[in-house]
């Protein structure tokens, strides 16, 4: 059984295209993420959710919109596509708790390729 | 700014031998740290966390140190095999739960 899944696993795409990753998670944790990981293997934040709601959003172009629909989903949006777009983006969940000990389980991935 | 450095280069050695990775931060004072492994395709994985205030954890083969003062963490395998393979990503966390990931090393052990 996934834990942590996404669709699609690829997605190549013309600029200017707009373009959705889905990720859903059964591990009934409260908290996902969206990373976003380019060519040189560097992974960064771009957005969490806690019970659906935004608590971080970090420099990303307001062409990303992540959209949370219930605890268990964390969809990314991406309008207008461009060729610095092009990366690996993956979804994550973790489990808030008292202390703060977020381990985050990871999807398998989305490559991303705007031509 | 904060910053995370991790090897760049790939690390290689020898099957049977102890690895050992590093991780070095500046400008943060991380809550807690936590070291992913990630194999070609995958997601990273999550394998240990050790707390701001301990010195040494360990999962089996694998042992982690966390010095606050020299603001490093070192990451070891030991009788490593070739199924230890794999890029290892450091990561730091604040006390909200961001976490801020090393670019990774690479490691290599041949048989």
């Known amino acids: 059984d996934t834990a942590v899944s996404q669709t699609p696993k690829y997605l190549v795409t013309q600029m200017g295209n707009d373009k959705s990753i889905k990720c859903e998670q059964n591990?009934?944790?409260?908290?996902m993420y969206w990373y976003k990981q380019d060519s040189k293997k560097f992974l960064k934040i771009m957005f969490s959710?806690?019970?659906?709601?935004?608590?971080i959003n970090e420099t990303v172009p307001n062409r990303f919109s992540p959209k949370s629909p219930d605890k268990a989903h964390l969809n990314l949006h991406i309008n207008s596509l461009e060729l610095g777009d092009s990366a690996v983006y993956f979804c994550?969940?973790?489990?808030?708790?008292?202390?703060?000990?977020?381990?985050?389980?990871f999807g398998p991935g989305t490559r991303l390729l705007v031509l | 700014s904060q910053k995370i450095e991790q090897n760049s280069e790939a690390l290689n050695i020898q099957e049977g031998k102890t690895a050992t990775l590093t991780c070095n931060y500046t400008?943060?004072?991380?809550?807690?740290l936590q070291w992913y492994r990630q194999d070609p395709g995958r997601g990273p994985v999550f394998l240990l966390l050790?707390?701001?205030?301990?010195k040494e954890k360990r999962k089996e083969r694998l042992k982690v140190t966390f010095d606050t003062t020299l603001k490093q963490s070192l990451f070891h395998i030991t009788a490593s095999q070739p199924a230890d393979s794999a890029t290892y990503l450091c990561?730091?966390?604040?006390?909200?739960?961001?976490?801020?990931f090393g670019q990774g090393t690479t490691l290599q052990v041949k048989p």
């Open positions: 050790i707390r701001e205030n301990e």
């Open positions: 400008n943060y004072s991380p809550a807690y």
């Open positions: 591990l009934g944790h409260d908290t």
């Open positions: 994550a969940s973790s489990q808030e708790s008292i202390q703060r000990l977020k381990t985050q389980y």
């Open positions: 959710y806690n019970n659906k709601e935004l608590i």
């Open positions: 990561a730091l966390a604040s006390r909200a739960g961001k976490l801020i």
